[in-house]
């Protein structure tokens, strides 16, 4: 008897997950998702999945918690309805920044996270820019980090910048900025800074030429966007132009819409890892779709293909261009 596939939404980014839909060309399985008066998530998956390759469809985007804790009931309810493999699509993975103990006495949630995906009943996970790249080490089934660089380099080639320098926000983007400036074949530079508490920052010193130049600013998440605008003032102190700001994960949490409102940043381009309210939605922001990527992926791993090629033809057709 031939395998089926299933595509199940959570509720955090239900856009998304109707766009891979489309793409596949197989319906969303319907699935009941919902919340007890007391604040207890529920999932009733509405249709057989027996024998089935599931993919599950659900980022772990604010609130951080209500998406973990469906996706994890979720997975339960999958392994007891006897699906033949199950893989989580987390566009987003909460906690990632939480991946080491930088004091004494503190957890490390992005290890703790994993684990309690795999008890759930994940057999493979695929997530999106990871804050750090040895989180896929704290899994111990395949993990798939997928990268939205190609999506973005695609999207400023077309946008035929001149006299443009990608920009790491801090030392610990430098790799991030490097494989886009390779991309792109642009000149690099970095922004030296400290960081005085959670969701402060302060620029120390630009390693790099600037002046007179557009900068592209590359991270992995903007949350409250107070790092990347300082950069961005920053940059303009030195005589750039006015600042492009990229990143894979839209948080945009707290004062993050009106930092990135100012005169120092032109445009800010994202994808749609996290779900953006659409009165949020300013001309200012651009929203690149993950879905077909995530589709050709689930492909790839549905019928045991190679996901290393999927990247390789995208970097060649780019370097065509």
Known sequence: ????????????NPVLAKEISKYLNIPLTPADVKKFNDGESYVHIEKSVRGSDVF????????????MMELLIMLDALKRASAHEITA?????GYSRQDRKAAAR????????????????????????????????FFDIPEDNLEALPLIAE????????????VAPDVGGTKRARRLAKILDAPLAIIDKRRPSHNECEVMNIIGEVEGKTPIIVDDIIDTAGTITSAAKALMEKGAKEAYI??????????????LADKSVKEVIVTNTIAIPKNKVTEKIKIISVASLLAESIKRIYEGEPMGVLFENMYTKMKKK
Do not use: W
């Not at 599950?56 to 998406?67: A, C, F, L, R």
């Not at 999207?155 to 990608?166: N, P, Q």
């Not at 990229?246 to 930092?259: D, I, K, Q, V, W």
């Open 246 to 259: 990229c990143a894979t994960h839209a948080l945009f949490s707290g004062p993050a819409y009106e930092r």
């Open 155 to 166: 999207y400023i080639m077309e946008k035929e910048l001149k006299d443009f320098v990608i």
């Open 89 to 93: 699509i987390i566009p987003y993975y």
């Open 106 to 137: 503190e957890p490390i949630s992005a290890k703790l996270i994993a684990d309690l995906l795999t008890k759930a009943g994940a057999d493979r996970v695929v997530t999106f820019d990871l804050h750090v790249d040895q989180i896929q080490g």
């Open 1 to 12: 008897m031939a395998k089926r596939i299933c595509l199940i939404a959570g509720s955090a």
């Open 56 to 67: 599950v469809i659900q980022p772990t985007s604010p609130d951080v918690n209500d998406h």
